[in-house]
């Protein structure tokens, strides 16, 4: 699934209750932009269909808000005229439309025809349009939401909107219709930090005004306050805070790790697929061990692991403990928990399926028969296991144990940790119950960046806009270097 967003600015119009539509470029063609996996996307002219009828939703995963039942190619793009329906959230999205918060389209569709050229770009030749989204921002400079009607008694035509269309201006006398609710609370979009970053350059294009884009992300997280976080907003109370829950990051130590490129939203890297063989030569000026090589190149997306909230300087400032320090503490500990699922679904993925033994031994020996000793390279090896995989082993004696065991099992963490003579066995919490995994440590590569906060104030509102972020990639240079199993 592509999904390609657009930042714009947008025109009013006037009022009644008959017309519920929302005009503007829904794809502009032959233009390079940024969609959600980080890649590069470019979609060529009459790669959608312009009969195609999509729902439209207020955000890609937000509710239907009406239907997308009128499109247009005029040369430069797709031109689209949604039809809202008369439900909340589409009352909702034409006042938010009408305002400047909601300007832009972002189309998704699953490319049919497609190639990529050297430079790594995605050319859409035909896609199947399954939705269209109404977003606060995008990765598109071209396509905008140029009209928005809740009240025209009958539509104008296509070619009448382009021509009146002023995509930097807006009609000062336009306004809502009363009979359109307004929500009490705020309309939370989906946050990026690639959205934010579109957000504020449309802002100093002049596309739109400061006080918009700091509403949209104002609008976009969650609220904390002081009646939100209890008793530990004490003025009389003065504590510390005490250590810091550590997740643990088993897996990410176990494979070799490298750091993230200084710019890109991928990685690209060579994985074998015949390896070079070498022989005795026979003697001297005779032929030498000659035979096939072949490597393929990869590509591994650089994923963000984010989140954030909206909180009162009240809540930061008269809390003891600090608040803010145990949000950041806390929130490090979950990207943490983030980042290793993320290597362990990574690695799953790739890894061989190994057959169950008959006990703890048996599954070890398993797993390493599975892996590929012809490709697995050199290094030390690792198993992973699930918690409940771990706990039978507090009964193992050391003499029960074969001759390269050294009964070396720790049981003091929540992380518990086995010596077997050189193989690095430990359990990871991610990991599904009955569920273990092996391989070598040089079989993949974890690249990280972060985790990092970024904190702004907003004065006017007393608040802080709290997050933590970092950018990580998974590469498996060696996919057949990991076997699984799952315990019955």
Avoid at 112 to 119: G, K, P, V, Y
Avoid at 132 to 157: C, K, M, N
Avoid at 402 to 430: E, Q, R
Wanted: charged share 15%.
């Amino acid at each position: 699934m592509i999904r390609a967003t657009f930042t714009s600015s947008i025109q009013c119009a006037a009022e009644d209750q008959e017309s519920r539509t929302i005009h503007g470029t829904a794809v502009p063609w032959n233009q390079i932009g940024i969609v959600s996996d980080g890649r590069q996307v470019m979609f060529h002219p009459g790669s959608l269909d312009a009969s195609s009828q999509p729902i439209v939703t207020l955000g890609h995963d937000g509710p239907a808000i009406g239907i997308a039942h009128r499109n247009e190619d005029d040369g430069a793009g797709m031109r689209s005229s949604v039809k809202v329906s008369r439900v909340p959230d589409g009352d909702n999205a034409l006042v938010l439309a009408s305002d400047g918060v909601l300007g832009m389209f972002s189309v998704g569709a699953e490319p049919t025809e497609f190639d990529t050229d050297a430079q790594g770009v995605l050319h859409v030749h035909a896609a199947d349009w399954q939705h269209l989204a109404l977003l606060p921002f995008g990765a598109f400079s071209d396509a905008r939401v140029t009209s928005v009607a809740a009240s025209q008694p009958q539509e104008a035509p296509m070619e009448t909107i382009i021509a009146d269309a002023a995509p930097t201006e807006v009609q000062a006398q336009a306004q809502p219709p009363a009979s359109i609710p307004i929500s009490s609370g705020r309309a939370r979009q989906p946050l990026t930090l690639q959205g934010v970053a579109h957000l504020i350059a449309s802002a100093n294009r002049g596309e739109i005004s400061a006080e918009q884009a700091k509403a949209t992300i104002q609008a976009a997280l969650a609220d904390v306050t002081t009646t939100g976080i209890g008793a530990i907003v004490q003025p009389a109370y003065r504590s510390e805070i005490n250590g810091l829950i550590d997740h643990g990051t088993p897996l990410l130590q176990a494979i070799q790790n490298s750091p993230l490129p200084s710019s890109g939203m991928s990685i690209e890297y060579p994985q074998w697929v015949l390896l070079p063989t070498t022989g005795i030569q026979a003697t001297e000026k005779t032929q030498i061990v000659s035979t096939p090589v072949t490597m393929e190149m990869k590509s591994a997306p650089v994923v963000t692991i984010a989140g954030g909230n909206d909180i009162s300087l009240q809540a930061i400032e008269r809390s003891s403990p600090s608040f803010l320090e145990a949000y950041l503490r806390a929130a490090s500990v979950d990207w943490a928990r983030k980042a290793e699922a993320y290597l362990l679904n990574k690695l799953l993925g790739d890894a061989v399926p190994a057959t169950p033994g008959a006990d703890f031994l048996g599954h070890i020996q398993n797993l390493l028969a599975a892996l590929n000793p012809s490709v697995t390279p050199a290094g030390p090896l690792f198993v992973a296991m699930a918690w409940d995989v771990a706990l039978p082993l507090i009964s193992v004696k050391s003499a029960d144990g074969p001759a390269y065991w050294d009964g070396g099992i720790s049981f003091g963490s929540m992380l518990p940790t086995v010596n077997a003579d050189g193989l690095s066995i430990f359990v990871d919490p991610n990991l599904a119950p009955g569920v273990m995994l092996a391989g070598s440590r040089a079989g993949a590569t974890w690249h990280q960046q972060g985790p990092a906060d970024i904190r702004v104030v907003d004065v006017s509102l007393l608040g802080m806009d709290v997050g933590v972020y970092g950018y990580v990639a998974a590469t498996v240079e060696y996919p057949d270097a990991f076997s699984t199993l799952t315990v019955v």
